[in-house]
């Protein structure tokens, strides 16, 4: 209901209206798991303070990262009067990091901790989404163009950097008998910031997807990115524990 509202809602008392719905709907479905002996989704799990710091991490990324892509290729033909098959080579840039950072990822979470390791992953997305802002400001063409790719690869590396270490980080961070709800509300988070960011991202583009309206989609993601930095900052704990740690926790 808030995405099909996002997305079609054109302001005034029907946004307020279906936003209104959806907040209830949501409020439904708490109180009713709330009476259930063995509830599907138990929102006492975000006591967790990590738990909560994930919750923003995974949104942050859906919007900062995975949203924004689908709005690349209008951007890059909007901007530059590219051809498809020209914005998609381009976008390899902001791609290619998924397949080669990963790993990296996994030992700088092992040598950094999660605190500082998402502290720097979503910063590094929120300043490749500031770096596209700064690139439309460009005159020149080829500087514009130089920038713009700087930017899908400052974005790509960042979640390359964060996404695939955020299940591991619900699992490890977690009690053991909440492990599972927890990765299958990761899940459902996942799919719906996705869905949240491109309505989000939509609705500030609006229409007529002119050239300087895409400076509000990455003017969205970029504090979006830096307030679930602040977020990692703050709320999850310096070391990543190892297996024999959670163990004794769970014992």
Known sequence: MLIATLLHGHGGPELILGVVLAALSWATFLWQQRRRTQPIFDPAIFLNR????????????????????????????????????????????????????????????????WRRHFTVALAIIALGNLVFVGALAMPDPALRSWLVHIAMAVIGSGAALA????????????????????????????????????????????????????????????PVCAAASA??????PSATPTCGEKQQQVA
């Open 163 to 222: 996404h695939p270490q955020l299940s591991g980080a619900v699992v490890a961070l977690v009690p053991a008998d909440q492990a599972g709800m927890a990765a299958a509300v990761t899940v459902v988070m996942r799919q719906a910031g996705f869905a949240i960011g491109i309505a989000v991202l939509g609705a500030v583009l609006g229409r007529s997807g002119e050239v300087p309206n895409y400076a509000w989609v990455f003017w969205v993601a970029a």
């Open 50 to 113: 990590a738990m909560v710091a994930v919750a923003l991490l995974l949104n942050a990324v859906s919007l900062g990262y995975w949203a924004v892509l689908v709005f690349l290729p209008g951007f890059l033909r909007a901007t530059f009067g590219w051809t498809a098959s020209e914005c998609g080579f381009a976008m390899l840039a902001a791609t290619l990091p998924m397949l080669v950072l990963p790993p990296l990822g996994a030992r700088l979470v092992v040598r950094w901790g």
């Open 231 to 236: 977020s990692a900052l703050l709320l999850l």
